[in-house]
Structures are given as structure tokens and as C-alpha cells.
């Protein structure tokens, strides 16, 4: 089975700082990491995702991520946020054995201040 | 543009009815799925279709039932909705075979049970 842990359920942060989400997965097998963006009032909307190679990942809107296997973990982050920025981020995780299926995190909402 | 479309962006229904939630997609997407999103807890797997008439129980299926009579077309339904159905309910379409594939949601529906 697999699960994913997003170990902030809030992060404020003021405008131009960096921010940092942290996110772990437990996977018995090789997976697939994702990062999704809620706006207010919205679906979600894919930022990034990992799939092979290169353990850093860039996404749109400047964001980031780093797949590091030996912690199991796949942290988002930008170095300079804006107050659109606000939303709420979701870390998810899919692999071969569990089919299509999408596994997400609890969630961890960004306020920006400015 | 692709687009998964929910009926209702907001419902009010009563104990005890019948409710169903509609979702299409224009993406030609094999797999559907639905889920129910709630504070803290993110997102949880309802059920999720990877053909017409196919279906599978994701996680929390207790209380929900589903249709998919036509390939662009997946209904949730709730047999008798109770208080604690109350959440934000979205629905999602991806690829079939491609765990590494972007889910694309729709904007979501808001149920109140009351």
C-alpha cells in the first residue's frame, strides 16, 4: 500500500520568502511524485511531478521539488513567493502496483502575507 | 483546452435523498475517478472507472455507488445521504495504463447534506 505524509497542514510565509512543503511517501515499489495546486474555489491543477531521472523537478509558477529516495521524501519549495501564491498544495503518489490510482496527503495550506 | 466538468459547482439536499453528482470529461480519457475532499484529511478515493460499465471501491466507498454508461460520463451517487456526506466532492480523468500520467480534475461540487 502506499501513503503519503504532508508534515505542515499551514504555512504562513511572508511575500518575497522562500517556502518550503515538506511531503514523505511510503511505497513498496518504484512510484510516481506529483505536486498539486488548489486555488480558492477551484480543482486541482498539476505544478509538477517526478518520474525518472533527474531528482530535481521544476514545475510552473517558478516551484520546485527534489525526490530524494533514501528519506522518501519529495519536498516543494520557491525561493521568492507572491501573494497569488496562496492556495492550498497537495503532495500525491502513484505507482505500477496500485494501477492509476492517485494517493494524496493531507494537504498543507500556504497564506501568504504581504 | 481539456476539461472535466462537474453539473454543480454548489447543492443543499436533505437526509435521506437520493443525490447524484454528474461528471464529463472531452479528454477521451479511459480511467474517471471520484473523490471527496475534507479539511485535513485531503483527498480520499471514492470509486474510480478505468471503462464504460467498469468499476472499482477506492477507498471510503461506504454510502456512494457509481455509473459509467457512456465513456465520457461517471455519476456518484448517493443512495441516502446522511449529514457526515457533507464535503467537497471532486471528479478527475486520466489515462488508462499511465501511472505517470497527469490527473485532470474538474472544479468540484460542494454537497451540504442538512
Known amino acids: 500500500a502506499q501513503s503519503v505524509t504532508q508534515l505542515d497542514s499551514q504555512v504562513p510565509v511572508f511575500e518575497e520568502a522562500p517556502v518550503e512543503l515538506r511531503c514523505n511517501y511510503s511505497?513498496?515499489?518504484?512510484?510516481?511524485l506529483f505536486w498539486y495546486v488548489q486555488y480558492p474555489n477551484q480543482g486541482l491543477q498539476l505544478l509538477l511531478k517526478?518520474?525518472?531521472?533527474?531528482?530535481l523537478v521544476k514545475g510552473i509558477n517558478g516551484f520546485e521539488a527534489e525526490f530524494n529516495k533514501s528519506q522518501t521524501s519529495f519536498h516543494l519549495r520557491k525561493p521568492s513567493v507572491h501573494i497569488s501564491d496562496t492556495a492550498e498544495y497537495f503532495c500525491?503518489?502513484?505507482?505500477?502496483?496500485?494501477?492509476?490510482?492517485?494517493?494524496f496527503g493531507g494537504g498543507t495550506r500556504v497564506l501568504v502575507k504581504p | 483546452d481539456v476539461k472535466v466538468t462537474q453539473s454543480s459547482r454548489y447543492l443543499v439536499k436533505r437526509t435521506g435523498e437520493k443525490v447524484f453528482l454528474e461528471c464529463v470529461q472531452d479528454?477521451?480519457?479511459?480511467?474517471m475517478f471520484w473523490y471527496r475532499q475534507d479539511p485535513g484529511l485531503g483527498l480520499r478515493l471514492i470509486y474510480f472507472?478505468?471503462?464504460?460499465?467498469?468499476?472499482e471501491k477506492g477507498d471510503i466507498p461506504e454510502g456512494y455507488s457509481v455509473s459509467r454508461e457512456k465513456k465520457e460520463r461517471f455519476s456518484l451517487i448517493l443512495e441516502s445521504a446522511s449529514t457526515n456526506q457533507t464535503s467537497m466532492y471532486l471528479c478527475?480523468?486520466?489515462?488508462?495504463?499511465?501511472?505517470?500520467?497527469?490527473?485532470?480534475f474538474g472544479q468540484g461540487t460542494r454537497l451540504t447534506v442538512v
Open positions: 472507472s478505468y471503462d464504460v460499465k467498469m468499476k
Open positions: 517526478y518520474l525518472s531521472g533527474s531528482t
Open positions: 478527475a480523468s486520466s489515462l488508462l495504463g499511465a501511472p505517470n500520467t497527469e490527473a485532470f
Open positions: 500525491a503518489v502513484s505507482g505500477a502496483a496500485a494501477g492509476n490510482k492517485l494517493t
Open positions: 511505497s513498496s515499489v518504484s512510484v510516481y
Open positions: 479528454m477521451d480519457h479511459e480511467n
